[in-house]
């Protein structure tokens, strides 16, 4: 059980499009889902908490504008990086909570952008 | 926010056990502390997670002394595959604990 998945898996576009990734709960329901953003060979930087059915909250420096965030159902949250640039190729990574009160956070496996 | 402390790195040899702790010495009552592992280009996948003394599992062991300022991972007989960063969070998860990742540790496992 508690397992989230990712789509796309890897996607490669050109600079000034828009790019949606999925994250969804396969066999669980998650108020709260996290977006992160991995560098090559750094940790995982928190960019955003989405609530489903509110608006999702941004870390500081994070672009709310550009970093688009919908949690419109209990299974889905999606990240939208619009008008993509090459300093946004990254590894972005979404977690969910399992149980709210005890939790544990399950991750998907991950969406390799690239910006050319 | 309990702020966590990692080795960097660690190395060891197949078939040893490998011990990583972690510090957190402003841990909170309610703060339950977790493990993660993550291979390159891959999300996190949870390994571990507790309240205090001794967790185990199919996978590794958690060691929480009584203050609780610091827990230690336990991997038995560890082989190539177990070559991974590791990752310790600490936070209070049925609150409003926003995790975030510090450094990890990052194991190599050596023939």
């Known amino acids: 059980g508690a397992v989230v998945s990712q789509h796309p898996s890897r996607v490669i576009c050109k600079s000034g499009t828009s790019v949606k990734i999925e994250c969804r709960s396969l066999?669980?329901?998650?108020?709260?889902m996290f977006w992160y953003r991995q560098f090559p060979k750094q940790s995982l930087m928190l960019m955003a908490t989405s609530n489903e059915g509110s608006k999702a909250t941004y870390e500081q420096g994070v672009e709310k504008d550009k970093f688009l965030i919908n949690h419109a159902s209990l299974t889905l949250s999606t990240l939208t990086v619009t008008s993509a640039h090459p300093e946004d190729s990254s590894f972005y990574i979404c977690?969910?909570?399992?149980?709210?009160?005890?939790?544990?956070?399950?991750f998907g496996p991950g969406t390799r952008l690239t910006v050319l | 926010l309990a702020k966590t402390t990692q080795p960097i790195s660690m190395d060891s040899y197949e078939g040893q056990e490998v011990n990583i702790t972690c510090s957190h010495n402003?841990?909170?009552?309610?703060?339950?502390i977790t493990w993660y592992q993550q291979f390159p280009s891959q999300g996190p996948r949870f390994i571990i997670q507790?309240?205090?003394t001794k967790v185990t599992n199919e996978v590794a062991s958690l060691f929480i002394p009584a203050d609780r300022k610091s827990s230690t991972l336990s991997l038995p007989r560890v082989s190539l595959s177990d070559t991974a960063v590791y990752y310790c969070l600490v936070g209070d998860w049925g609150g409003s604990y926003i995790p975030t990742f510090g450094r990890g540790t990052s194991l190599i496992v050596h023939p």
């Open positions: 066999d669980f329901q998650a108020t709260t």
């Open positions: 402003n841990i909170a009552t309610n703060d339950y």
């Open positions: 507790g309240y205090k």
């Open positions: 977690s969910a909570r399992v149980n709210p009160s005890t939790d544990t956070q399950y």
